[in-house]
């Protein structure tokens, strides 16, 4: 479990402002970096992924920075709204891994104010 | 489309009491997973099952827990005896894992929330 650093804990954004989380990871076969995201009294659900041959993924608001060299990969929300307040999770995996298990971080709880 | 299904979705029992956690995947899904949440230890991975056959289960805590899966389209995960140090939100969740290479998207159920008194 302490293969997955999360950072920071929790987080308060503005409207309008940039939210970043960020992940630090130990486990070089890890080839696969999600981020999760959880809405109080809800399961987590995959909010969006990178592969490591690529250095960024962008889907709408939300992009995945990775720099594989400092074993890093980043979350950032764009015009940060309201209703992004949730708890956000990286859960990096890999094949070597033993089969399917994900490695959640601890989380983000992310609130934004209107 | 119907997405991972738990029960109960709340339960409140006695200590010492025993607690059956039931959960259906996502139709066609060949992996499934048991997660427990709580503000102490955030999300645990405690067993998963590939295609009906526990694969890893070393998150299970101790032998009060136990995991079922008789079929490709239910689950079970036991508590007995319980003990207030089992109240946490348990997720079930399921996946579809194509090949090795491919990523691993999790699809979680809504959860059970236990309260152990």
């Known amino acids: 479990q302490q293969q997955v650093k999360q950072s920071p804990q929790s987080l308060i954004v503005q409207k309008g402002g940039i939210s970043i989380i960020n992940c630090a990871y130990e486990n070089t076969a890890f080839d696969y970096f999600p981020w999760y995201q959880q809405f109080p009294g809800k399961g987590p659900a995959l909010l969006i992924a990178i592969r490591p041959d690529v250095s960024e993924k962008k889907e709408g608001r939300f992009t995945i920075s990775f720099n594989k060299s400092a074993k890093q990969f980043s979350l950032h929300i764009m015009d940060s709204q309201p209703g992004d307040s949730a708890t956000y999770f990286c859960a990096p995996w890999g094949q070597e891994t033993s089969g399917s298990r994900l490695t959640f971080g601890e989380g983000t709880q992310l609130t934004v104010n209107p | 489309d119907a997405g991972v299904i738990q029960s109960p979705r709340h339960e409140v029992t006695e200590m010492g009491q025993e607690v059956t956690l039931r959960c259906k995947p996502i139709?066609?899904?060949?992996?499934l997973f048991w997660y427990r949440q709580t503000m102490m230890r955030g999300l645990e991975l405690l067993i998963y099952?590939?295609?009906?056959?526990?694969?890893?289960d070393s998150g299970m805590p101790e032998d009060r827990f136990s995991a079922k899966m008789p079929n490709a389209s239910f689950s079970t995960l036991k508590i007995q005896p319980s003990e207030p140090r089992d109240s946490a939100v348990y997720f079930c969740?399921?996946?579809?894992?194509?090949?090795?290479?491919?990523?691993?998207?999790?699809?979680f159920g809504e959860g059970s929330w236990l309260t152990v008194v």
């Open positions: 139709s066609g899904h060949n992996s």
């Open positions: 969740a399921s996946s579809l894992r194509i090949s090795l290479r491919s990523g691993n998207t999790i699809y």
């Open positions: 099952f590939n295609n009906n056959v526990p694969i890893d």
